[in-house]
């Protein structure tokens, strides 16, 4: 059968294939002006068929499919299923560190309850470092090398959570048959830094003075966008997460108040926070700042990913104005708030700072851990429903009151 004979056969067919030689036939379609290539054969006394990959006719012409089917016909009689063969060849092939990492995130993040996290621990920590590693090429030391560059900066609650994620993706290649070793398996606490130890850092109110003072006069560095988000992180206590992703409808500023939906909450309750009324010009400002988006804190380049700034951005704008690298192409700027006599602060540490400051202004414990958004232990968490919002509002805006003038006049 030539090419020719093939158009007519499939024009002129009343059946559902058309056999061509033993093996190969063809599915018009319902134009009868060609068809799908496919090859039965039986293996294992099983009758299986398979659609040819290569195209249909007349994209793949007679000749090639004949040639196509012969190499599938031949595995099949050397006990080899090339339905089977092309499953395995169908899933993502894993060569490098970053390809096992895409393969677990993949089925790992439906369960986790923060996938950002581990997601932000590979793309900081983990890629720089041996992402472009083969899987089978890792050894303990590349592990010892990663773990010791991230104590050495400074950072005593990351290098475990790193290990762990570490242990977990060599166990997944391990399972997958991508190499038989987990090279971070040898590694324990102790050998990143040891438990994880939380930070005690808070900054005074003479401190906070200078920090905003910098902020504003090297606005090149430290944009407004980011000074503004870090006094609100200082004033009403919020995470920085919670922060970034606000959006403008969530708020109510003709009750002064913040609705935090539930999806959005780390304590997965939603929460309505009262904003003080003096930091109410920089809402208005961000508004404009904004530039119709619907986030408080728009993405500042194209992303597909989201709509706003990254979990990265304010880290890295205070890294830079504390001279640390960011980027490896870029020379890092001087120590600005070290030279100042300030000591290395990180943005959760805004966060402690308020917790501290409305200690210091006589706020209750009860009443202050509602402004943090804590969860609450035990059996006052179980019973203890009240939101506390007239006492929330009033410690907030004892805070901003006393913190506002301390950042504006400089």
């Known amino acids: 059968m030539n090419q020719k004979e093939l158009k007519l056969a499939i024009k002129n067919t009343t059946s559902a294939r058309v056999r061509i030689v033993t093996g190969l036939y063809i599915k018009p379609n319902k134009a009868r002006t060609g068809g799908a290539w496919e090859v039965r054969y039986t293996i294992n006394r099983k009758r299986s068929f398979m659609t040819l990959a290569g195209g249909h006719f007349p994209e793949l012409s007679l000749a090639d499919a004949k040639l196509v089917a012969s190499n599938i016909l031949q595995m099949v009689k050397q006990g080899k299923d090339p339905l089977q063969k092309r499953i395995e060849s169908s899933n993502k092939t894993i060569i490098t560190v970053s390809d096992l990492f895409d393969n677990w995130y993949e089925r790992a993040k439906r369960n986790l309850k923060h996938p950002s996290y581990p997601l932000r621990y590979f793309t900081n920590e983990i890629k720089p470092e041996i992402g472009r590693l083969r899987v089978e090429d890792v050894k303990a030391k590349h592990i010892q090398n990663l773990i010791n560059k991230i104590m050495d900066s400074g950072r005593p609650s990351i290098p475990n959570k790193v290990l762990l994620l570490c242990k977990q993706l060599f166990k997944h290649a391990i399972k997958l048959d991508c190499t038989e070793k987990n090279p971070a398996a040898a590694f324990d606490a102790i050998d990143a830094g040891g438990t994880g130890k939380s930070r005690r850092r808070i900054l005074s109110e003479e401190e906070v003075k200078i920090i905003f003072n910098c902020f504003k006069e090297y606005s090149h560095i430290f944009t407004r966008d980011n000074y503004i988000a870090c006094v609100l992180l200082l004033t009403i206590g919020v995470r920085k997460g919670e922060l970034i992703a606000a959006k403008w409808s969530e708020f109510n500023f003709s009750e002064n108040s913040w609705s935090l939906p539930e999806s959005r909450s780390k304590t997965k309750v939603a929460v309505k926070i009262p904003i003080a009324s003096v930091l109410i ?26 709509a706003y700034i990254s979990d990265d951005t304010l880290n890295h704008a205070l890294a830079k104005i504390f001279g640390r690298k960011v980027d490896s192409k870029k020379k890092p700027y001087p120590n600005i708030l070290g030279s100042k006599g300030i000591e290395y602060f990180i943005i959760h540490d805004l966060r402690r700072s308020c917790r501290s400051l409305l200690a210091q202004l006589g706020v209750p414990d009860n009443v202050a851990e509602r402004c943090l958004n804590h969860k609450i232990k035990g059996v006052e968490g179980v019973y203890n429903r009240y939101d506390y919002f007239d006492e929330r509002q009033k410690a907030l805006d004892d805070l901003a009151n006393r913190i506002i003038p301390l950042v504006q006049n400089n």
């Open 281 to 306: 010009p920089l809402f208005e400002e961000l508004k404009v700042r904004s530039c119709g988006s619907d986030y408080l804190f728009p993405s500042r380049r194209a992303s597909k990913r989201r």
